[in-house]
């Protein structure tokens, strides 16, 4: 049994779906359903006993301290977070509450679990097997200059929005609960994620949805900002191969040397949605394009370097961009349903408030 936060979410319920096609080891999945937490990416797993899902917010001790009691798992994956930085711009509170608080929160209702202060009662070797991996960004590292080697897990932390300070100090107590405690953690730190279930506020899903909507591509500044993209089942296998092999304490950047400009995913997306789906009236899609002003602070370039997880670990992504991009098109063409409930309500509020012409 394994406890896994955030499973409602884009990373979070591929991760569960992965899981629980690859091993029958059961999953208790806490998550408090905010605007990103969404059940209809777990609809596959109704009826499935191996999948126990609960409504609830990490930073809620009596709840998590109950169910670390009650299902007793082997392992806690912590997801759950406010993700994307727009919002953390407009509204850093939910920020720090969930990701920095949230986070402390946890990690004393697992040492407390853990260690036996809370009346629990692992066994030696139940405890000694334990481990807790927290889920995080390549965000933390801060921005590269265009001449600078890709982050290493020696790099410093250099965060620059809220989110990412956000996600700093989380890994921070992480590490100061093994260092301090002895809690046994794993941290992982990706770089950018796509494919099913990627909520479309953020720039892969939003360019599909826009697109197929006749409605315009933001793209943000100039568009050369960098991002370096994963397919999100290869951040799940990581993840997988990090809790079964990862030595107690580590950091491991997790990454598939994908750097692409944004200019250039945008027009990959519309290539291949005028290959897929053409406009009626025969025009490109990449007409739609709209230059839009910058984001405040915009981290100019991320680029993770994943050799200790490969060397380590043997971990090697599956997918190429190419593969992955590809596939993630097909998936948002295929899930029309899933899109127009992903949209409707505060997400639409809040997209409607976004998008000022440069
Ligand atoms: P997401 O926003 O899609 O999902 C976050 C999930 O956490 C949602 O289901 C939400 O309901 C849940 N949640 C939020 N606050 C909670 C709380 N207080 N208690 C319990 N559940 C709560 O995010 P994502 O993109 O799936 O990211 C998951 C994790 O991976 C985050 O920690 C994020 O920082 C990290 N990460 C994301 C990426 C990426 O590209 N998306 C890359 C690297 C790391
Ligand atoms: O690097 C990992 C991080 O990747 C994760 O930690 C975050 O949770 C995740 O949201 C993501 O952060 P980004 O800010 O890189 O992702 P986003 O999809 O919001 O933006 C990707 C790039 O595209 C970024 O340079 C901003 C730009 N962009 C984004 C949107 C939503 C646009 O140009 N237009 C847009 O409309």
Redesign the pocket.
């Known amino acids: 049994m394994i406890l896994v936060?955030?499973?409602?979410?884009?990373?979070?319920?591929n991760f569960v779906l992965d899981w629980l096609a690859v091993h029958d080891e059961p999953v208790i999945n806490?998550?408090?359903?905010?605007y990103?937490?969404?059940l209809d990416n777990l609809a596959s797993l109704q009826g499935d006993a191996r999948h126990v899902f609960v409504q609830?917010?990490?930073?809620a001790p009596a709840l998590i301290n109950g169910l670390l009691n009650q299902h007793q798992p082997r392992a806690v994956v912590?997801?759950?977070?406010?993700?994307?930085v727009d919002r953390s711009i407009h509204g850093p509170e939910d920020f720090i509450?969930?990701?920095v608080l949230?986070t402390f929160r946890l990690l004393e209702a697992v040492r407390g679990y853990w260690s036996g202060l809370d009346g629990s009662a692992l066994d030696a070797p139940a405890k000694s097997k334990f481990r807790m991996l927290h889920?995080?960004?390549?965000e933390v590292y801060g921005s590269l200059a265009a001449s600078e080697a890709a982050f290493t897990e020696q790099h410093r932390y250099e965060p620059n929005s809220p989110y990412s300070a956000s996600?700093a100090a989380s890994d921070h107590l992480v590490r100061a609960w093994h260092h301090t405690y002895g809690l046994p953690v794993l941290t992982t730190?990706?770089?950018?994620?796509?494919g099913p279930f990627?909520?479309p506020e953020?720039l892969i899903p939003l360019m599909v949805v826009q697109a197929l909507a006749g409605k315009p591509l933001p793209v943000y500044g100039d568009g050369q900002q960098i991002r370096d993209w994963l397919y999100v089942k290869d951040?799940c296998s990581a993840i997988r191969r990090v809790l079964e092999a990862g030595t107690v304490g580590e950091v491991y950047n997790v990454g598939g040397w994908n750097e692409k400009p944004n200019l250039e995913i945008v027009h990959t997306i519309c290539a291949l949605l005028d290959e897929l789906k053409p406009r009626a009236d025969g025009a490109s899609y990449a007409t739609q394009i709209a230059f839009v002003n910058d984001r405040p602070g915009h981290d100019r370039r991320y680029a993770i370097d994943a050799r200790k997880l490969e060397r380590e670990l043997g971990w090697k992504p599956a997918e190429t961009f190419e593969t992955g991009i590809r596939k993630t098109v097909h998936w948002y063409l295929d899930h029309p349903e899933w899109v127009a409930r992903a949209q409707s309500g505060a997400y639409r509020d809040w997209l409607n408030t976004q998008y000022a012409p440069a």
């Not at 609830?56 to 930073?59: A, M, T």
């Not at 889920?135 to 390549?138: A, C, G, I, Q, R």
Request: with cysteine; net charge negative.
């Open positions: 936060t955030g499973g409602a979410g884009f990373i979070g319920a806490v998550d408090k359903l905010t990103a937490g969404n609830g917010d990490i930073g912590n997801f759950a977070a406010e993700s994307h509450q969930t990701n949230g889920v995080s960004t390549d996600k730190n990706c770089s950018n994620n796509y990627h909520f953020k951040h």
